[in-house]
């Protein structure tokens, strides 16, 4: 169980890695939303393998085919089926892996669990089933934009570079600018140096993505366990490779004083206001009107391309030879899955929100 | 909506800081669990206020009173009912407070939300609310006690005072040994100076709580939406002043090389281990069973003890004078409140993976 | 688990029928509503035992205590938890049944399901859990009552004696004017003299309750699994001895041609209307204006006031001397229990229909 | 929202009758069990249109796609998604409708509901979605089946013609041995001719379902909201056309005496039974061992083969004239459905009833 997200806005998901075919049902999507599906292959497109010199080299269209649930380019109110075919797998790379334990992988968890696993591609584990949640999170943020929001995330950190700006100082359409996705381009430079090292020795890095969401109105999240922050950190945390969820100053609180971490009202363009915005826009778990901001931590890929000393179901000690094609570092593909998530989250609660007062 | 934590094991909980009780149900407690409701009261006890010079003067007994669900020691399967009366509340405290925005409080997104709220005691949005948590927690720890599995949580950091040994170097037996919740004794103590510091300056200080999960067998989390970090993530996110969460080294990671981040599997006294436990003990979602182990960071309290400059409804801005009785840190009263979230969300996954194989 | 009703606006309910207290959590009511506590309190007590000489003996005021989610008269938009105090139980008279199983009760089930059940007057098999339904179904009546929409149900049979007229023809001012809610003076003579006779032989009676609600608008339920219809259905057979459920002509359209059977559509003061109403105001699973009927019946008693042949849990046949005190018919009591459910789940589907379209 | 069916065994449906696809996700079937496509694909082929004389001359083959969550013939415990693609639509056949509301039908209620609808085929409203629920209900059927448990489905009523014996007295082994899935053959012709009347007359009829499931163990269900008679209820209403649930006995019980009424429980072959079985295998909600059996009546179709007045949006009269294909009466076609939704709805509670005790 468990393949579904969202409370309201659902995203019932399947798929594994090289299996015919990914995909999902939304449910909960409102009817009468203008949907452009050519933008929506666009942003599903963002998260592709294949399309820059640090990501993967398998090489995957990833050509989204809506079934259900829009005619003449509105929605009906009415859940939305899709699918992904996949196309370029070659199982055989993974024969050898069928019986070993790749380190830091979910081989292992996979087979404790279930008792059986499809070993080709880490099966359901890949990032691969990260696509239909494109889907659902690109549909979520065609209606937010509509409404005014618009949701950025930026790479902030490649293992040891960090960009040292905070967003506000960034020019965040530059985002796209570059191929790791960090809108500042001195710091992307080094960035890109340094996955290129990395990869030259076999290496994988990790890496920080900041999100930033502009124009969500005062008043969504729920009080107790559906706060907003509570189930952003839940869906972030979901993506593969993700380890920890820092809500706006996040972590650095433990070291302020109140004094100095409070964000002060003001009444300012006839609104509610704060001058500061440590919060991140969540107070009480619900929104207050300021910019919502977070971050998210990756872990560096778990496979290597060098040899790797590990153990198979018999508990023998085994040496894989790297093969398969993956990434040095996933940060910069995890961008767009970091928007798609927050745009899930945020149109879940923009619909849990229309029920709150009568 | 969204009083409800949890899949299968289930807390729907209720209550204002100053109504008259707070309470909840718990549906999904499996039957034949032997309880122990002495030892429940005892447990919900470490969290309660006015128990020491580290926390609020407000002093509530936290009586417990179970009104369904056991018979004769056990556990029927059924729901289990609860209630805890208020009873030391001072409404009038709150009345100034009742058209002001107090800095970092739920206040005004409480307003924002629902165009009214309860202002005694900050209603709903009170960190009184977790007192409904333990009782949940608590029920699931003694049965998760009886399964081998040992939860416990420490204090790690309080303002600028941070606890460097790791886990495993520590005694974690010590834990209640001081008022903090450090099992540290020297460490404890300066946190216990940090806190008197601020607290005579009507200052508030932050922290971090570390939990540590022992016992806990492979397999428990599920694949994609329903991973075991990310539903712990979304636990700890939900606690009142919880802004990060880092599972395992968590947002260290990020600077680290795959290389070095990897937990190489050996086998080990008959059974797949690592070498080292980088990830907290859960890849792809999934515990690996070694320890699962995590961190999570409270911001200062809001609430100062000196005057404070804010708006009220209208955007007037006035000066609230301190009253109430609050906590200058949270983190030792977190501390139990962390184990209870831990404690629910790994029961709820025990039954999860009860289902997970036919 | 699953003491749970509802999907947005859910009460999670607790309680044996001779433990502490039976209650609830409800959650997913919408902030701002003007709730009227004697009037809950009033239509709650229409359900308690001992207010007639057709129900049992048992008195139990039934006081509702309200705990939270209210304030200065108005829902606060978080949940409502509440406690009803269990006080006139006689729980010796059980002692003999607790190795028993009562011909027809849950008795044996449970203990199948659960291997241990509290014997107490049936425990959570008890129709007292019941009183926890008619308080969330009252709250949401409240709220329908404000929009116009009108829920009445009434006796339509008792045993054998029926009520000939549809609920067009009725007057259904006069449901409570007599004890078995019959608004038909005469059959409701016939149904009194009914249960009399057959409780003086020890005897009960089965019989169906009619459920009108009138001014639901056009809209509201969910296209697949939703259906108005089938959540009605659910609701229904959820309240104790309920089998059967009829939706409009219900059973009797099996016999029916397509050309008798279709309700045509006229374009009637400025609306869409039928010119008639088989399908019960529900087309598709979608209100259609009309009004809504249903039809649910009740099997008779299984306690009956006569020594009973049954079994031990050691498979020995012993024989039940008839004690307790129960209803000869379930039937009148069970009518307000009809009503709160329908409005539980009108509520529910206002709520799903405000997000229905953007 | 609301697509989706099952609590632990879920469904999630998506597509309209003559979109490109319909399909699902299947979620929490257990990792191991062992599946047989063919067998799937025959199954779902008994509810496929155009199979016989009694069924609409559309012709779809029904080709079911899976496209995960199995490997190498057994089920991974990830989630089964699949499509099946619609070839023969004929859109242009629905083209006059797309402005009218045909009676009986969910033109007019979904347009209230969503402001706009697909109107080709009836979209989301039509029966055509059901052949989700054939695979949803196949997989689990093979399940079930391993485990003992037979469920068989049968038609016990055409329009006036009636099969008098209960369905112990049947040869159930017989049901598809005719067209109108009836198990005795003398009844089966006369249900035959009488629909070949009706549809020579432009007309449909209407009927009953009788649906029996044997190897149930006592414990399935759950004592409050989830009853198991009150899911499959909701399950069976929720089929396109069904207007009435009875279990067991049902509406009878309503004129029964308890004394009459009650199953008596004796101890035989080493187990608790009962002497009778009115209530048709569940007892306070929960399984009692005894065979399971209930009824559902269908309307007739309300697509009549004749020219048909009614308004179009506008509030104009206007007359329909008869085009596409369909049944004259759908029983025969809804037998495999009962089935499969009575089989979705036992293996949900089988996966309950796994975590009842601890």
Redesign the interface.
């Known amino acids: 169980?468990?393949?579904?997200?969202g409370?309201?806005y659902?995203l019932?998901?399947?798929?594994?890695s090289h299996?015919?075919?990914?995909?999902?049902?939304i449910?909960?999507m409102?009817?009468?939303?203008a949907i452009d599906e050519s933008a929506l292959q666009r942003f599903v497109a963002r998260r592709r393998p294949g399309q820059s010199a640090v990501s993967t080299a398998r090489n995957e269209a990833d050509e989204v085919?809506l079934?259900?649930?829009i005619?003449q380019g509105?929605?009906?109110?009415?859940?939305?089926?899709f699918?992904v075919r996949n196309t370029d797998h070659r199982s055989d790379d993974y024969d050898e892996m069928a019986r070993c334990?790749r380190?830091?992988?979910?081989d292992?968890?996979?087979e404790?669990?279930?008792?059986?696993?499809?070993p080709r591609g880490g099966?359901?584990?890949s990032a691969r089933?990260t696509v239909a949640r494109m889907v659902a999170g690109g549909l979520a943020m065609q209606?937010l934009n509509s409404l005014g929001v618009k949701i950025v995330a930026y790479t902030s950190?490649v293992?040891?570079v960090t960009l040292d700006e905070e967003y506000h100082a960034l020019d965040l359409s530059l985002v796209d600018s570059n191929i790791v996705r960090c809108p500042d381009e001195h710091a992307a430079q080094q960035m890109i140096e340094a996955i290129a090292t990395?990869r030259q020795q076999g290496?994988?890095?990790?890496?920080?993505v900041t999100c930033v969401a502009q124009g969500v109105?005062?008043?969504?999240?729920?009080?107790?366990?559906?706060?907003l922050?509570?189930?952003l950190?839940?869906?972030m945390?979901?993506i593969?490779a993700a380890?920890?969820?820092?809500?706006?100053?996040?972590?650095k609180?433990?070291?302020?004083?109140?004094?100095?971490?409070?964000?002060?009202?003001?009444?300012r363009d006839g609104a509610?206001q704060?001058t500061t915005n440590?919060?991140g826009g969540?107070?009480?778990?619900?929104?207050?009107?300021e910019d919502i901001w977070f971050e998210v931590?990756?872990?560096?890929?778990?496979?290597?391309m060098?040899d790797i000393?590990?153990?198979d179901r018999d508990?023998?000690?085994v040496t894989l030879k790297a093969k398969g094609r993956h990434d040095p570092c996933v940060v910069p593909r995890a961008v767009p899955i970091v928007e798609a998530m927050t745009a899930m989250t945020l149109l879940d609660h923009y619909?849990?929100?229309?029920?709150?007062?009568?």
Chains 1, 2, 3, 4 share one sequence.
């Not at 169980?1 to 997200?5: I, S, T």
């Not at 609180?253 to 009444?267: E, H, K, L, P």
């Not at 619909?351 to 009568?358: P, Q, T």
């Open positions: 169980m468990n393949n579904r997200f409370t309201l659902t019932t998901s399947f798929g594994e299996g015919k075919a990914l995909g999902g049902v449910d909960g409102p009817a009468g939303v085919e079934l259900s649930g005619y509105k929605t009906l109110g009415t859940s939305i089926g699918i334990y380190p830091s992988h979910a292992y968890t996979y404790a669990k279930y008792g059986l696993r499809d099966g359901r584990a089933e209606l950190q293992g040891t990395a290496d994988t890095l990790g890496g920080v109105p005062a008043g969504l999240g729920e009080p107790v366990a559906g706060k922050h509570a189930m950190g839940a869906a945390l979901s593969n380890k920890s969820f820092d809500m706006g100053c996040g972590r609180f433990a070291a302020m004083r109140g004094s100095q971490a409070n964000d002060t009202f003001v009444w509610v704060t440590h919060s969540i107070q009480g778990g619900i929104s207050n009107g931590a990756f872990k560096p890929v778990a496979t290597l060098r000393t590990t153990i508990g023998n000690t619909l849990m929100n229309r029920i709150a007062v009568w």
